[in-house]
């Protein structure tokens, strides 16, 4: 059984940074592409930024240009580094594949934004 973990949320200033890392028990993830999502109270999970394994990147408009995902094959982690949060960015986020096939989604990291 696959566990996703993800950590380093918390409680930041608008302005402030957070990086979130994913820890991922599956010896086939250096070939998977990766996504962070997150989901804030009453709405819907929205992807935030995907890599594929060969490290090419892509972002929700509502993030291009303030957060970065990268990968480390090597200890089978992904991160998200967050810059210029908004208190829009609060959320709960989560690392999963990218596509239509997911792992058992893990408990996330709980990211609040203050103005």
């Known amino acids: 059984q696959v566990q996703l973990v993800e950590s380093g949320g918390g409680l930041v200033q608008a302005g402030g940074s957070l990086r979130l890392s994913c820890a991922a028990s599956?010896?086939?993830?250096?070939?998977?592409?990766w996504r962070w999502y997150r989901q804030a109270p009453e709405k819907q999970r929205e992807w935030v930024a995907g890599i594929t394994n060969g490290g090419n990147t892509n972002y929700a408009d509502s993030v291009k240009g303030r957060f970065t995902i990268s990968r480390d094959n090597a200890k089978k982690m992904v991160y998200l580094q967050m810059n210029s949060l908004k208190p829009e960015d609060t959320a709960v986020y989560y690392c999963?594949?990218?596509?239509?096939?997911?792992?058992?989604w893990g408990q996330g990291t709980q990211v609040t934004v203050s103005s």
């Open positions: 999963n594949l990218d596509g239509s096939v997911k792992f058992p």
């Open positions: 599956r010896s086939a993830f250096s070939i998977a592409a």
